[in-house]
């Protein structure tokens, strides 16, 4: 596709639920971004990865977040025992290149995620 | 870190007239300031971005302007429409970070 693909589109879980967010970036976009967006605020930086190595997870808000991306390509974000205050948006971006003359990052339509 | 600032966080315009976004940012490293659409449910959409070597940049309705001795940028939208109104987020990237940091948000609304 032309566009940055995630899936699924909205989630609900019970709270202490584990779930999975998945990520397909814009062919051949070596980096790829996940972000949190809280609801009426601007998307928060969770981790990145440049091809398959996870360069910057600094943005994890806690051991239960864990995302991978094992060939390159497709990337998982993944949330154990989920907690109420999980309930957000997770949007994704992929941009071809990252480093001095950064490239746009494309975001995807991203994860409703709902913890009851 | 990088923190970046942006004013105002309601704007409210007539069709027609021009609107002005300003974000000031902390890391003098940044060198990439993208500027994002975002309308309810929808994903942010990339609108217009200005790199540290340029002070201004123009597209259509839209332009952006950069000052990096006083780390400021903004956006400014001319004869505006309705079609224009949603969220706008300004961002800021720091070659040290290679991540998106951005402000929190101008809810523009353009009335017919």
């Known amino acids: 596709g032309a566009g940055v693909s995630q899936s699924p589109r909205y989630k609900v879980a019970k709270r202490g639920q584990d779930v999975a967010l998945r990520c397909d970036p814009i062919?051949?976009?070596?980096?790829l971004f996940w972000y949190q967006q809280a609801l009426g605020q601007g998307p928060e930086f969770l981790t990145y990865?440049?091809?398959?190595?996870?360069?910057?997870k600094s943005g994890l808000p806690s051991d239960r977040f864990f995302a991978e991306r094992p060939e390159g390509s497709v990337s998982t974000l993944k949330i154990q025992r989920t907690q109420q205050e999980d309930s957000a948006v997770y949007l994704c971006a992929s941009s071809l290149v990252v480093g001095f003359g950064n490239q746009p990052q494309h975001f995807g339509d991203g994860t409703r995620l709902s913890i009851l | 870190g990088e923190n970046v600032e942006q004013h105002p966080s309601t704007l409210s315009v007539q069709e027609g007239d021009s609107a002005v976004i300003k974000c000031t940012y902390s890391d003098s490293a940044s060198n990439y300031f993208p500027w994002y659409k975002q309308e309810l449910g929808k994903r942010p959409q990339l609108i217009i971005d200005?790199?540290?070597?340029?002070g201004e940049k123009k597209d259509q309705r839209i332009a952006v302007t950069l000052n990096k001795t006083a780390k400021h940028f903004s956006l400014h939208i001319t004869e505006t429409q309705p079609e224009d109104s949603a969220v706008y987020f300004c961002a800021a990237i720091s070659p040290s970070y290679g991540k998106l940091t951005f402000g929190q948000g101008t809810i523009l609304t353009v009335h017919p």
């Open positions: 990865f440049q091809n398959e190595a996870q360069l910057d």
């Open positions: 062919s051949g976009h070596v980096s």
């Open positions: 200005i790199r540290s070597n340029v």
